[in-house]
């Protein structure tokens, strides 16, 4: 628990990450960065090893990927102690253990000198669509902005 609170102090604020973890420190409550900084290599090397044995293996992995935006407000604004913005992206290399999806563009393009012109212009149904479309816009606009 202490190494994610660090790890996610680190990303807040990379300039006051040595003071804040010190002060934890003297409270017992967190470990210093150096050692934050030592355990985090350690777990990234025990990963690499079956990783390597994998790739050679010729397995598939499947990588996902997410981001967190967050918004660390204050209660009264200052030019010296304003809203915090955290942008983080996670991303995860995940071993596929089933066969891997087949890929979603899985088509040739047309060829485009044997198409006729009027395939790429609008008919009459769309000419029709669009007509009621207007409709209801033209009428929702004057009713909101025209007095009766």
């Known amino acids: 628990m202490c190494v994610c609170v660090c790890v996610f102090v680190l990303k807040i604020k990379p300039p006051l990450i040595t003071q804040v973890l010190t002060r934890l420190n003297h409270m017992n409550v967190a470990i210093s960065y150096t050692a934050v900084m030592k355990l985090i290599t350690g777990i990234s090397e025990q990963h690499k090893a079956p990783i390597k044995k994998w790739v050679k293996e010729g397995t598939i992995f499947q990588f996902v990927g997410d981001n967190v935006d967050k918004t660390v407000g204050v209660r009264h604004i200052r030019t010296d102690h ?54 209801v816009i033209v009428s929702r606009v004057l009713a909101d902005h025209m007095e009766f």
Do not use: E
């Not at 955290?86 to 290399?93: K, N, R, T």
């Not at 979603?104 to 609008?122: A, E, H, N, Q, R």
């Not at 029709?128 to 479309?133: C, G, I, T």
């Open 82 to 135: 304003r809203s915090t913005l955290v942008h983080m992206y996670s991303l995860l290399a995940v071993r596929a253990r089933v066969d891997p999806p087949p890929p979603i563009f899985d088509f040739s393009p047309p060829d485009l000198t044997k198409m006729k012109v009027s395939y790429f212009l609008p008919n009459q149904a769309d000419v029709d669509a669009l007509r009621s479309n207007l409709h």
